[in-house]
T-cell receptor, first 114, second 116 residues
């Protein structure tokens, strides 16, 4: 049973470009969470999605950031017009359902904005 | 708002010895979950151990055990017989069990070094 997959593992973007980060949850998991880890810091919650629904986006910056989890295909975290402060590791986690209280993490995508 | 505090940015321990990592949290909830995650140099987040707040018994997983003091809001991790592969960042995390709100709140981490 493959774990949570994230791609790309490393992404370099110039200021003003768009970044698209993909997350495929574990088989049978329908809940996806995105977290951001700035250098030398802990992970910070961004958004919690179920298939075709955003459940909690309280950690998402109000502008430039969006997330989706379509009925088919991976979850996408999209950052428009990236700035240097967006440079971080972005982690995706999945769980099978509400109430399981365990999240399985992917290997992360390291975004570098030049 | 819930907060998680790890007051030890770095710790080191001799191989085969025991080390304890500290974590305190602040919450007004009565029902929640606590976790320790390990992040080795590969950056993969690995779940080490979890504790349900309603359980009085401390969780154990092989060489890893916790000391959960609910009244003091303390959740320390003890690693026995430390091994070189235990070297990593360790993050304490909290999750409140309200349906529709299952986000993890992480501490800032403790970097553990194992001395051969």
């Amino acid at each position: 049973n493959a774990g949570v997959m994230q791609n790309p593992r490393h992404l370099v973007r110039r200021r003003g470009q768009e970044a698209r980060l993909r997350c495929s949850p574990m088989k049978g998991h329908s809940h996806v969470y995105w977290y951001r880890q700035l250098p030398e810091e802990g992970l910070k919650f961004m958004v919690y999605l179920q298939k075709e629904n955003i459940i909690d986006e309280s950690g998402m910056p109000k502008e430039r950031f969006s997330a989706e989890f379509p009925k088919e295909g991976p979850s996408i975290l999209r950052i428009q017009q990236v700035v240097r402060g967006d440079s971080a590791a972005y982690f995706c986690a999945s769980s099978p359902s509400q109430g399981t209280y365990e999240q399985y993490f992917g290997p992360g995508t390291r975004l570098t904005v030049t | 708002a819930q907060t998680v505090t790890q007051s030890q940015p770095e710790m080191s321990v001799q191989e085969a010895e025991t080390v304890t990592l500290s974590c305190t949290y602040d919450t007004s909830e009565s029902d929640y979950y606590l976790f320790w995650y390990k992040q080795p140099p590969s950056r993969q987040m690995i779940l080490v151990i979890r504790q349900e707040a309603y359980k009085q018994q401390n969780a154990t997983e092989n060489r890893f055990s916790v000391n959960f003091q609910k009244a003091a809001k303390s959740f320390s991790l003890k690693i026995s017989d430390s091994q070189l592969g235990d070297a990593a960042m360790y993050f304490c995390a909290y999750l409140v069990s309200n349906f529709g709100n299952e986000k993890l709140t992480f501490g800032t981490g403790t970097r553990l070094t194992i001395i051969p």
